[in-house]
């Protein structure tokens, strides 16, 4: 329990957090891979070099400072963190590197404002939601290692079969070299890969594509300009190939607790991944859904063939395909973008239903915005980042 001092000390600094708050996390990253390379390979490089994961850290980092008196109103954001964290497999010894260099920061970047009162000050703040996540996190493991199939840590995985889905996305089939069962995971969840690439160990989460049940798991993977684990699976990763694979996290996941209200799911590019999951999953159920999918053209509409079968053996699921730069030969339902006009017209008059959506930034501000124009409540947006957690609303 931090002390009413210690709560008011870390409350004074918002101010300061507010204007220096992405340099102090810049400069964090900085220090932390200078002494600590060791954790390098938790972290995206692509995500640091763009700025999205310093921008995410001092939104957390603000937030967390703002209601450090009621955390209480953070409750929403923590699940995520969680199992974000457990995705990666981050270790109770992983905390007191992270809080030194964050400790550092503050006082390298604030200069003569980071008194001692306040380095101390935020050294017990940053323990007690360090306690906190690891307490969570390990119950995560716990439950992990306790399901039928699951496991904890690294277990190694062969690629069993490999599909080309579209130009830019294959599907990887992955079965377990132990020949074991598999945990069974939920719909929207993804799986985190551990690869020896160059020398470097990376961790990538890539969405788990298909339903769960299945005797492996599958992955699909956009081949990305510059992505080092995505460009290595697509040269590299043949059959027979094997990488190792901690257990399925997410918390971006279906309810399946009110079956019958209509479900409709939005995606743009590979943001179709999980979302197919979930449509593998709930097409038999007889619940009303409609699959709305954006690309630039055909040649990068990855399972448009499986959707179409879906449609046709299941009258309840309808599908949308939209898009914004057709080559001669494609056949989508529309041209252009997903805007208010598109979306309102796959909604229910009562606006009775559940909006999962997922794909670029910009295709998200969009339908988030939409959605909320058109009178869907917010608990009935459902929606995750490809990277770091970045608030849609900012927009």
Sequence with gaps: MLSAHTISVVQATVPALQQHGEAITRHFYRLMFEQHPEVKAFFNE???????????????????????????????????????????GIQPEHYPIVGKCLLQAIREVLGDAATDEVIDAWGQAYQSLADL????????????????????????????R??????????FYLEPVDGGALQIFQPGQYLTLVLQVEGRSLRRNYSLSDAPSRPWYRISVKREARGVASNWLHDHATVGTTVNALPPCGDFVLDTTKTQRPLLLVTG????????????????????????????????????SRVDELTRTHPNVQALYVYDQPRPDDRPHATGVVDTDLLAAQLPADRDVDLYFLGPKPFMQQVYTSGLALGITPDRLRYEFFGPLEPLQAA
């Design 46 to 88: 692509a995500h640091q070099a763009s700025g999205t994961q310093a921008r995410a850290l001092a939104h957390a980092v603000m937030a967390y400072a703002q209601h450090i008196e009621h955390l209480d109103a953070l409750a929403g954001a923590l699940p995520r963190i969680v199992q974000k964290h457990a995705a990666l």
């Design 133 to 160: 996540l690891i307490a969570a996190e390990e119950e995560v493991y716990a439950t992990h290692a306790a399901l039928p199939g699951g496991w904890r840590g690294e277990r190694t995985f062969r690629v069993a």
């Design 162 to 171: 490999r599909q080309v889905e579209s130009e830019l996305i294959t599907s």
């Design 269 to 304: 590019g590979v943001g179709i991944t999980p979302a197919i999951s979930m449509l593998e999953s709930v097409a038999s159920s007889g619940r009303p859904i409609r699959f709305v999918h954006a690309a630039r053209h055909g040649g990068v509409h990855a399972f448009r």
